[in-house]
């Protein structure tokens, strides 16, 4: 062997060695990263968030944004979508999962721990591709103590209203709406609507057209406190104690979810809970509760992400989760804090329950429903007729273009509604 051939020898040598050094390094950095998770909490909400995730002995960097849907789709077109995302939207992640952007879950926690509605399959699909990991309690009303209010339907000027939002605006709307249907149509209507998948125009059906009219009826009692409610934040203003406890046009009445006593802060002590049906327009008996989710879904297959799942959504995980004043809907989490926490747990289990309408929608149909509900409110404000007919009608022919266009696809959940 000639000397320069040895030369020649030794650098390849060192450079396969170099370059397998560069992989070596690349795969020790791949592995090394920590898991990334995108959801909607801020302020406290993350802090709390982060609180229970550093007890997994995980490495992570969240992101908590309120305008997801839009922060998801540019890192999913741009290729680097989060390891993980936690969303209430479960019919954005459905076509995410048609897209077959999202990795299946079916080993990496016990279905049996959570119930219907919680895990629901999709339509054609026996993989799972979202599990609940917080959960909240709507179709409720909180007042302050002492100050509890007639069990009946109760006037505009009771009501606290807020419509803003960092992101989507006009979902506190939604939740009225879906309230009505829910409580005056029973959850078998309810679920249809929801799910769009009869042929039926639910958009225009009776039930859906009266809960539209009976909320806009509402509303047109005090046009004034419409409008206000139209530009008001549905968390109130900034270091404040939310709508309730700011004397917002002297309301006493809030028709929120249980996640609304992260707004009172100091004042969530004070704050009590009444089933909303009877107050309600038109009133009436508790028809079943309205329940929502935030549901963690994977992007990747990187083997911390998917331990990190494991572990929020396993007993002991939402076990502790539950000890930092958050609602499960793991069947075997109680909860260890006050009557009303104890409450709230106990409505999320058991008794007919159904998923927000508007989170299970596809995107485009919820994004039509929150435009027709502040368009709704913008012309009552204004003492123009809301032109209620043809509003649902626009939002049907978004529902029929998605129909249409099989977007609806195997990954879209069967099941909205548990009548146990």
């Not at 060192?14 to 920590?34: C, F, K």
């Not at 009692?221 to 270091?239: C, E, F, N, V």
């Not at 998917?306 to 959504?313: D, E, W």
């Not at 002991?316 to 104890?342: C, H, M, P, Y």
């Amino acid at each position: 062997m000639t000397r320069r051939f040895k030369v020649l020898v030794v650098l390849v040598v060192m450079a396969l060695i170099a370059a397998g050094g560069m992989v070596v390094a690349w795969a020790r950095h791949d592995d090394g990263e920590p898991v990334t998770i995108l959801g909607t909490w801020t302020g406290d909400q993350a802090d709390q968030f982060e609180e229970l995730l550093r007890g997994f002995g995980i490495p992570f960097r969240y992101q908590g944004t309120a305008a997801q849907h839009e922060v998801l789709l540019s890192e999913v077109q741009s290729g680097e979508p989060p390891d993980i995302v936690i969303m209430p939207g479960i019919g954005e992640l459905a076509e995410y999962a048609d897209q077959d952007r999202l990795k299946p879950l079916n080993d990496l926690y016990d279905p049996a721990q959570y119930g219907a509605p919680w895990n629901a399959t999709g339509t054609n699909s026996s993989s799972v591709y979202w599990v609940p990991v917080k959960a909240d309690l709507k179709s409720i009303v909180w007042y302050r103590q002492g100050e509890k209010p007639a069990d009946s339907p109760a006037p505009l000027r009771s009501w606290c209203i807020g419509m803003g939002d960092d992101g989507a605006s006009g979902w506190p709307g939604t939740d009225w709406i879906e309230d009505l249907v829910l409580q005056h149509a029973g959850p078998a209507v309810y679920e249809k609507w929801a799910l769009g998948t009869d042929t039926a125009q639910w958009w225009r059906s009776t039930p859906v057209r009266s809960a539209w009219e009976a909320w806009a009826k509402l509303l047109g009692q005090d046009r004034t406190a419409a409008r206000h409610a139209l530009l008001t934040d549905h968390r109130g203003s900034p270091k404040s104690h939310g709508l309730l406890f700011d004397g917002w046009g002297g309301c006493s009445l809030e028709h929120q979810g249980s996640f609304a006593r992260a707004f009172y802060q100091s004042d969530a002590r004070h704050a009590d809970l009444l089933d909303s049906a009877p107050l309600l327009p038109g009133g009436g008996p508790v028809r079943a509760h309205e329940v929502t989710g935030d549901f963690a879904a994977l992007f990747s297959s990187n083997s911390r992400a998917r331990a990190l799942i494991r572990k929020l959504a396993s007993k002991e995980g939402q076990q502790k989760w539950a000890r930092l004043s958050v609602f499960s809907a793991n069947r075997q989490v109680t909860s260890q804090n006050s009557a009303i926490d104890r409450e709230i747990s106990e409505r999320l289990r058991t008794g007919p329950r159904c998923l927000d309408a508007s989170d299970v929608m596809a995107p485009a149909v919820r994004d039509a429903f929150y435009a027709a509900v502040l368009q709704t409110i913008a012309r009552v404000a204004a003492d123009q007729n809301p032109g209620i007919p043809r509003l649902l009608q626009d939002v049907q022919r978004v529902q029929d273009a998605q129909s249409t266009q099989g977007t609806t696809g195997r990954a879209a959940p069967r099941t909205v509604c548990s009548t146990r």
